[in-house]
């Protein structure tokens, strides 16, 4: 990644002083407009980006760490985003979160706020957009970025990325439904044609393939009320239905609502397996089986892996996945 430019980048580029420079910046009433359009000029050829907090940080042991959430709502993304605060936090890293609630323009906002004020590093699970200026601004600023659990930008040279190995995890629970005699099973949550449901979807629609089983799919926000509609909505028609593998835990929880509503015993007449293996999935009654991914771990890792970047110039890969297990519990075994 090329160097961040500075303000001496600037003033040699504009024919002037350092200081100049940063009277510009301060919006100082001493300085030409002829020199302001010039440095003006330098700062738009550079990409270089004011930084507000530099001269606080500058000889400060411990530097920022921009830490954006898609959807902090979500325990798996909080469990997440708490692990690699801790991370940061033990190895003396301060830490800003921003949750952009899967909003691209209040993502551009946080970003380039976040590069203003000086963060040493991003660890970004972004929102889906076909913007990517924001990520340019963040190139040419310089700051070591990680994507983590969703692909935003291609440029993994760039941006390394690392998530947990869904298409694994999604064939494990479809083969262990069929195991347990399932044939009419269906794929449940995920908007459609997204990156991420597709990914998550791809291990279920193989093993539906490599078996000869026809694959359904009901998409939708991965959201409890979702999975609730879904499971009212398969009571009422679809009770060819026998398994659903769901895109999150949320989605499965939700799905075990709908059915005590309906009456629907789940792991005898329904049988359902998750995805994430939140805390509450082990919880709830019948306890949930879930595709483990063990988010506060992975957390810890990223945050790790990142600090071995910044501090000792360890680059990740460009690509790393974590392998995921299924927990079975009653929502597929039957009650105990």
Same mark, same amino acid.
């Given at each position: 990644?090329?160097?961040?430019?500075?303000?001496?980048?600037?003033?040699?580029?504009?024919?002037?002083?350092?200081?100049?420079?940063?009277?510009?910046?301060?919006?100082?009433?001493?300085?030409?407009?002829?020199?302001?359009?010039?440095?003006?000029?330098?700062?738009?050829?550079?990409?270089?980006?004011?930084?507000?907090?530099?001269?606080?940080?500058?000889?400060?042991?411990?530097?920022?760490?921009?830490?954006?959430?898609?959807?902090?709502?979500?325990?798996?993304?909080?469990?997440?985003?708490?692990?690699?605060?801790?991370?940061?936090?033990?190895?003396?890293?301060?830490?800003?979160?921003?949750?952009?609630?899967?909003?691209?323009?209040?993502?551009?906002?946080?970003?380039?706020?976040?590069?203003?004020?000086?963060?040493?590093?991003?660890?970004?699970?972004?929102?889906?957009?076909?913007?990517?200026?924001?990520?340019?601004?963040?190139?040419?600023?310089?700051?070591?970025?990680?994507?983590?659990?969703?692909?935003?930008?291609?440029?993994?040279?760039?941006?390394?990325?690392?998530?947990?190995?869904?298409?694994?995890?999604?064939?494990?629970?479809?083969?262990?439904?069929?195991?347990?005699?399932?044939?009419?099973?269906?794929?449940?949550?995920?908007?459609?044609?997204?990156?991420?449901?597709?990914?998550?979807?791809?291990?279920?629609?193989?093993?539906? /393939?490599?078996?000869? %089983? @026809?694959?359904?799919?009901?998409?939708? =926000? $991965?959201?409890?009320?979702?999975?609730?509609? !879904?499971? *009212?909505?398969?009571?009422?028609?679809?009770?060819?239905?026998?398994?659903?593998?769901?895109?999150?835990?949320?989605?499965?929880?939700?799905?075990?609502?709908?059915?005590?509503?309906?009456?629907?015993?789940?792991?005898?007449?329904?049988?359902?397996?998750?995805?994430?293996?939140?805390?509450?999935?082990?919880?709830?009654?019948?306890?949930?089986?879930?595709?483990?991914?063990?988010?506060?771990?992975?957390?810890?890792?990223? /945050?790790?892996?990142? %600090? @071995?970047?910044?501090?000792?110039?360890? =680059? $990740?890969?460009?690509?790393?996945?974590?392998? !995921?297990? *299924?927990?079975?519990?009653?929502?597929?075994?039957?009650?105990?």
């Amino acid at each position: 990644m090329k160097k961040r430019p500075t303000i001496l980048d600037v003033a040699r580029q504009a024919g002037v002083s350092k200081s100049t420079v940063s009277l510009v910046l301060q919006n100082s009433t001493l300085v030409k407009e002829t020199t302001r359009k010039d440095v003006a000029t330098a700062i738009e050829e550079l990409g270089y980006v004011y930084n507000r907090s530099a001269a606080g940080l500058r000889g400060a042991t411990s530097g920022l760490i921009g830490l954006i959430i898609n959807d902090l709502r979500n325990p798996f993304f909080t469990e997440f985003a708490a692990s690699a605060q801790m991370m940061f936090a033990s190895k003396g890293y301060s830490t800003v979160i921003a949750n952009t609630d899967e909003d691209p323009e209040i993502q551009t906002q946080v970003i380039d706020s976040m590069i203003e004020h000086g963060v040493s590093a991003f660890v970004i699970s972004p929102t889906y957009t076909g913007d990517k200026s924001a990520i340019d601004r963040i190139e040419r600023a310089g700051i070591p970025t990680m994507q983590v659990l969703r692909q935003l930008d291609e440029r993994t040279d760039l941006f390394p990325f690392a998530s947990h190995n869904y298409a694994s995890g999604g064939e494990l629970a479809t083969n262990h439904l069929i195991d347990l005699g399932c044939s009419n099973i269906a794929f449940v949550g995920g908007l459609e044609d997204r990156p991420i449901t597709l990914e998550r979807m791809s291990g279920y629609s193989k093993v539906m /393939a490599s078996n000869a %089983l @026809a694959p359904r799919a009901f998409h939708g =926000r $991965p959201s409890r009320a979702y999975g609730r509609e !879904v499971a *009212l909505r398969i009571h009422e028609d679809h009770r060819d239905l026998q398994a659903a593998v769901c895109f999150s835990d949320l989605v499965a929880l939700g799905m075990l609502s709908g059915f005590a509503e309906a009456g629907v015993q789940v792991g005898k007449d329904f049988r359902i397996v998750g995805f994430d293996d939140i805390e509450e999935s082990s919880l709830v009654y019948p306890r949930l089986s879930s595709v483990r991914c063990d988010t506060g771990l992975f957390g810890k890792r990223a /945050a790790e892996v990142m %600090l @071995a970047w910044i501090v000792d110039g360890k =680059r $990740p890969p460009d690509r790393k996945r974590y392998d !995921v297990e *299924l927990i079975k519990r009653q929502s597929s075994l039957g009650l105990d």
